[in-house]
């Protein structure tokens, strides 16, 4: 492997000959790790071009640390750095200038990442993983999805993957998602009325970004999707979180003043409350005689393995007040970050301005392999896989939580992939977790899904689409145990 000569330059403030000065960048390459054994140095001739020095000034140069060991000669294929050059340090060596910027002067904002509990980066590596939104290898259709990601790198879609859209979309996804995936939840949208995100994260930011400001009032549910009240607070609007109750988000406790309604009718996020149908046209009137505006985060809605789900907040909607978001995170993996918005032609208009100006678009090969992937089937034999799996786990879950004793505060109606849990009053989750951890257990302490400095310490969230049905039992034999002692 060569090394690039564009990573050589000349210290115009250094001391020495050029030569000198030569032998040192080189050898710095080599001390700090840039550089490794074997790699071949770029030739005396082109280094000489690039750096506006003579041609023997970085032979002399070479030839010192050819002396010295640092580099090898091979022949006439140049020089290379040596294998027995010296052992770059273990540590990060120290920059050679000093930080003197006063970061709390200078940092006018600050962000938290959205308060997401700390998962381990390691979390496979767990015998016992009851991990919330994280992808089960043995489910994912690898061979079709990379069938489609070569398709999608074929002559014919090479615009696909090397053109910029500006602010478009790929026109078969937006395609597929209105003509296959919104009908599914009784929703009908023009292209036109349809953004791709890079997830339902990204949708909710910019959709707060659209329609907040701090003039305005924004109604969240307590608890929620933890990252979601740090994406209110960067939009520096009023925020009223309102506990929600069994049936989910309550109509009724919302002030007069709010501008917009943030909700997750089909499975609440983290109760999985699901929101029955009067509650949700109830919602609906309500909204209507604010005249405020309704979010509607349709997460999970595929994993209905149970029944069918209820018709979406948008499907119900006749003023065009509902803004829908949907992804494909959850049922395909967390890493693709493929989410939609769909709302009124106005707000799209806004929203597709405002993402064209921070990331133009999501990648284009990615949404055309998205799109083939859905539209030829794939997805769709994905998601019944995915169903059955989930199905078989619910049931040896729920069966291994009565057999211990433990406490289900929630638990989907349709399906879902987690179940919302409660300990008992006074037990702090988080120092559960840690101790947990050690025997190998991931749980998600669910403090920080409630707003406010008083949160309730007792509750934790068990995902169940990354752990295999074997391990459910004897997992939830040591949550119970952990807790008894």
Known sequence: ???????????????????????????????????????????????????????????LAYTELLANDYLTSRGRSGYFVSDNAPVPPVYAPS??????????????????????????????????????????????????WRLCALRALGQKDFTSLTGDYFDRDDPLLVEFIARHTLPRRGIAARPEQILITMGAQNALWLTAQVLLDPTRKAAVEDPCYHALRDILRQSRCAMVPLRVDADGLPPDELPDDTDVIFTTPSHQSPTTATMPLARRRALLDRARDLDALIVEDDYEFELAFLAAPSPALKSLDRDGRVIYVGSFSKSLCPGLRLGYIVGSEPFIEQARALRASVLRHPPGHLQRTAAYFLSLGHFDAQIRRMSKALHDRRQVIEQAVSDHGLTIAGRGVYGGSSLWMRARSGTDMTA??????????????????????????????????SIPASRIPPGIELIARCLAA
């Open 95 to 144: 920059h050679s200038t000093q930080d003197r910027v006063d970061w709390e002067h200078a940092l006018c904002r600050r962000f938290t990442g959205g308060d997401t509990p700390q998962k381990p980066a390691d979390w496979h590596s767990y015998r016992y993983p009851f991990i919330y939104g994280q992808a089960d290898p043995t489910l994912f259709d690898h061979a079709n």
């Open 432 to 465: 559960v977790a840690q101790e947990l951890a050690r025997n190998g257990v991931v749980i998600e302490p669910g403090a920080p899904f409630f707003a406010g400095s008083e949160q309730p310490r007792n509750y934790y969230r068990l995902g169940y689409s």
């Open 1 to 59: 492997m060569a090394i690039s000569v564009d990573t050589f330059f000349l210290n115009p403030d250094a001391q020495g000959t050029l030569q000198a000065q030569i032998q040192q960048v080189v050898a710095e390459g080599i001390l700090s790790g840039r550089f490794h054994r074997g790699e071949k140095l770029p030739s005396s001739r082109k280094l000489a071009g690039h750096l506006g020095v003579s041609r023997i000034t970085v032979t």
